[in-house]
């Protein structure tokens, strides 16, 4: 299975932007979709995730009611709508599906690169 991540880019502080993630390959249910974020010098951190079971939702708390995931399942794709977007927001953007329990059973798309300036 293979993820490709697109999307990032360069966005004023405020801006928005939609980061796109297109699952290929192999034929597999997720447990769940999710997005990562890793700035400089700090560890990797999740950003929102996508339930299969129930549909529901997570978000961190630092992104919440601003971000918004969804998904496809039709297209093996998921999005993350990013608005009112802060220079703190600023990293490196990955998906990843996760096929066991946790996300340590997962795979990984290769990350875009999202830069907020102020």
Not at 39 to 59: C, D, I, M, N, W
Not at 78 to 96: F, I
């Amino acid at each position: 299975v293979q993820l490709q991540a697109s999307g990032g880019g360069l966005v004023q502080a405020g801006g928005s932007l939609r980061l796109s993630c297109a699952a290929s390959g192999r034929t597999f249910s997720s447990n769940a979709m999710g997005w990562f974020r890793q700035a400089p010098g700090k560890e990797r951190e999740l950003v929102a995730v996508s339930r299969r079971s129930g549909g529901s939702t997570y978000y961190a708390d630092s992104v919440k009611g601003r971000f918004t995931i969804s998904r496809d399942n039709a297209k093996n794709m998921v999005y993350l709508q990013m608005t009112s977007l802060k220079p703190e927001d600023t990293a490196v953007y990955y998906c990843a599906a996760q096929y066991g329990d946790t996300w340590r059973q997962s795979y990984w798309g290769q990350g875009t690169q999202v830069t907020v300036s102020s």
